[in-house]
């Protein structure tokens, strides 16, 4: 059977185009996945190693804020293969596809404030000066913002226009 010529120039049904979105996501999703599950683990075993009773009070909130942001940036970014695994067969793939970009999303955000706050910990500890710090933080935060969602966004305003013809609705997702 001929396929649907999407405005993009694919000549794709709406489920292979489903299928391929889905495969561009999961590989998107291992690179997060990878580090993400690295830096939580790492973050885990903060709190068995003796320096960290003599963290101040504010450290050990900032670090349970961190574990917590990590924890959830994990599950966000492995939320799509359970979702994925719980609606397979059941007909709704450019749906499910929909519903993991926007969890995939999620987890890179969460990853970002995860990284943003992992990197305040650290250098407060290492350096004991919340003079300049706070700075050098903001400014590695405002590079996270600028490469993962200004420039991209910024791409897309000016050469991605949103096509019509898009089968699930979702502008987000790349062709």
Do not use: N
């Not at 794709?12 to 391929?20: F, G, I, L, Q, V």
């Not at 959830?72 to 397979?88: D, E, K, M, S, Y």
């Not at 969890?103 to 000066?129: I, N």
């Not at 706070?134 to 600028?146: K, Q, S, T």
């Amino acid at each position: 059977m001929q396929g649907d010529v999407q405005e993009s120039g694919r000549d794709e049904t709406p489920e292979e185009r489903a299928d391929r979105k889905w495969v561009d996501l999961l590989q998107e999703i291992r690179v997060a996945q990878t580090g993400v599950q690295i830096l939580f683990g790492f973050l885990l075993t903060v709190v068995f190693q003796p320096s960290y009773r003599r963290l101040s009070d504010a450290d050990q909130a900032l670090y349970m804020v961190t574990i917590v942001l990590g924890a959830t940036a994990v599950g966000a970014l492995v939320a799509p293969v359970a979702f994925h695994r719980i609606v397979t067969g059941r007909f709704i793939k450019p749906e499910a596809v929909a519903w993991a970009s926007r969890l995939t999303l999620l987890g890179l955000l969460l990853l970002l404030l995860t990284m943003t706050a992992a990197l305040l910990l650290v250098l407060r500890t290492a350096t004991h000066d919340d003079g300049y710090v706070p700075w050098i933080v903001a400014g590695v935060a405002g590079l996270y913002i600028l490469w993962w969602l200004v420039i991209p966004t910024v791409l897309r305003m000016r050469l991605g226009r949103h096509r019509p013809g898009s089968s699930d609705g979702d502008e987000r997702e790349a062709d």
